[in-house]
């Protein structure tokens, strides 16, 4: 996994549950603490604490080595044992304190809460290569699909086990789903919106007309049918399937969105919308580095790490790891 992540500048992870592993992955990546120098990190959430503040489950601390790049907010800095250095003070704040940036001056254990909008991330970002960094982390949330669009990172790691479902056959089709969402691809071109419109249809000769959500298939109908339907928001269930039991020709509609995580649609409406003859795209793509399990639910029962690896490799087009596997390797 690590030969993988190296060539990616910036790389972001995300998680489809609570308790999928992701601060173990993050360990894995950090590697030890003589290769922190050029290192950042940074998180949406809260990471480093002993223990989960939502299921109150134990986590694996962060340590990093001197010369790595942090950043934080000013509250959780009194959590964090290795000398640092201020190297940046962001206008971004959060419920924890104002975010900053420090240089680690020694080994230690850190705590990260930083930025939780792309916006800042992205000039998070470039901030860190401004002070040296060479590679960048971001650890995401779980659920924020938003994290994965290369308007933050050039690449995204996303971690899944045993805590998203008893069912180790519904783990492995519902991770298969998020990557499937992931990977949609790209549009080619701007997205076509209409300001303050929620729906907005440029038909195949290039003509963009806003339609009436309430009215969505009849306005499609009337308009041909054809060509790229932008949606501002959410892409629902609702939205699609609509559309699917319209009786509307999908054949040369492609649904689009800014990216894969305003697709908030289930396996069963995607399936029927593609069973149709529709298609999905994103203005911005996402790039999945690969996937890691964690056979060990947070919540009483696990699966046999083999049998999740070899379903999961069957079932993804990305290079899929088992996290505990790697944590002890």
């Given at each position: 996994?690590?030969e993988?992540?190296?060539?990616?500048?910036?790389?972001s992870?995300?998680?489809?549950?609570?308790?999928?592993?992701?601060?173990?992955?993050?360990?894995?990546l950090?590697?030890?603490?003589?290769q922190?120098?050029?290192?950042?990190?940074t998180?949406?959430?809260?990471?480093?604490?002993?223990?989960?503040?939502?299921?109150d489950?134990?986590?694996?601390?962060?340590?990093?080595?001197?010369?790595a790049?942090?950043?934080?907010?000013?509250?959780?800095?009194?959590?964090?044992?290795?000398?640092?250095?201020?190297?940046?003070?962001?206008?971004?704040?959060?419920?924890?304190?104002?975010?900053?940036?420090?240089?680690?001056?020694?080994?230690?254990?850190?705590?990260?809460?930083?930025?939780?909008?792309?916006?800042?991330?992205?000039?998070?970002?470039?901030?860190?290569?401004?002070?040296?960094?060479?590679r960048?982390?971001?650890?995401?949330?779980a659920g924020?699909?938003?994290l994965?669009?290369?308007?933050?990172?050039?690449?995204?790691?996303?971690?899944?086990?045993?805590?998203?479902h008893?069912?180790?056959d519904?783990?492995?089709?519902e991770?298969?789903?998020?990557?499937?969402?992931?990977?949609?691809?790209?549009?080619?071109?701007?997205?076509?919106?209409?300001?303050?419109?929620?729906?907005?249809?440029?038909?195949?000769?290039?003509?963009?007309?806003?339609?009436?959500?309430?009215?969505?298939?009849?306005?499609?109908?009337?308009?041909g049918?054809a060509?790229?339907?932008?949606?501002?928001?959410?892409?629902?269930?609702?939205?699609?399937?609509?559309?699917v039991?319209?009786?509307?020709d999908?054949?040369?509609?492609?649904?689009?969105?800014?990216?894969?995580?305003?697709?908030?649609?289930s396996?069963?409406p995607?399936?029927?919308?593609?069973?149709?003859?529709?298609?999905?795209?994103?203005?911005?793509?996402?790039?999945?580095?690969?996937?890691?399990?964690?056979?060990?639910?947070?919540?009483?029962?696990?699966?046999d790490g083999?049998?999740?690896?070899?379903?999961?490799?069957?079932?993804?087009?990305?290079?899929?790891?088992?996290?505990m596997?790697?944590?002890?390797?």
């Amino acid at each position: 996994m690590n030969e993988l992540a190296a060539g990616v500048r910036t790389l972001s992870l995300a998680g489809t549950c609570k308790n999928a592993g992701k601060t173990t992955v993050l360990g894995t990546l950090i590697g030890p603490p003589a290769q922190s120098a050029g290192l950042a990190l940074t998180s949406i959430g809260r990471d480093g604490e002993s223990r989960d503040i939502v299921t109150d489950t134990p986590k694996p601390p962060i340590y990093v080595g001197r010369g790595a790049l942090i950043a934080t907010a000013e509250g959780l800095l009194p959590l964090c044992d290795t000398t640092r250095e201020i190297a940046a003070v962001t206008d971004v704040r959060t419920p924890m304190g104002q975010v900053v940036v420090f240089r680690t001056m020694s080994d230690g254990y850190v705590q990260l809460g930083g930025p939780s909008m792309n916006e800042q991330l992205s000039r998070l970002r470039e901030l860190f290569f401004e002070l040296g960094a060479r590679r960048v982390i971001i650890d995401g949330a779980a659920g924020r699909r938003s994290l994965c669009s290369r308007a933050v990172a050039d690449g995204v790691i996303l971690c899944t086990g045993a805590s998203l479902h008893r069912d180790i056959d519904t783990v492995v089709a519902e991770t298969a789903h998020v990557c499937d969402l992931l990977t949609l691809p790209g549009l080619g071109e701007e997205l076509p919106m209409l300001p303050g419109e929620r729906f907005v249809l440029r038909r195949s000769d290039g003509v963009c007309m806003a339609l009436d959500g309430s009215e969505l298939a009849r306005e499609l109908k009337k308009a041909g049918g054809a060509g790229v339907l932008a949606v501002a928001g959410a892409v629902t269930d609702s939205v699609v399937m609509a559309l699917v039991r319209s009786g509307l020709d999908l054949g040369h509609l492609t649904l689009a969105a800014g990216d894969a995580s305003q697709f908030l649609l289930s396996r069963g409406p995607l399936a029927d919308w593609r069973r149709k003859g529709g298609k999905a795209a994103v203005a911005h793509t996402a790039v999945l580095t690969a996937v890691t399990v964690n056979p060990v639910s947070a919540y009483g029962w696990r699966f046999d790490g083999q049998e999740l690896l070899e379903k999961m490799t069957a079932a993804v087009t990305a290079p899929v790891f088992d996290v505990m596997r790697e944590a002890n390797e």
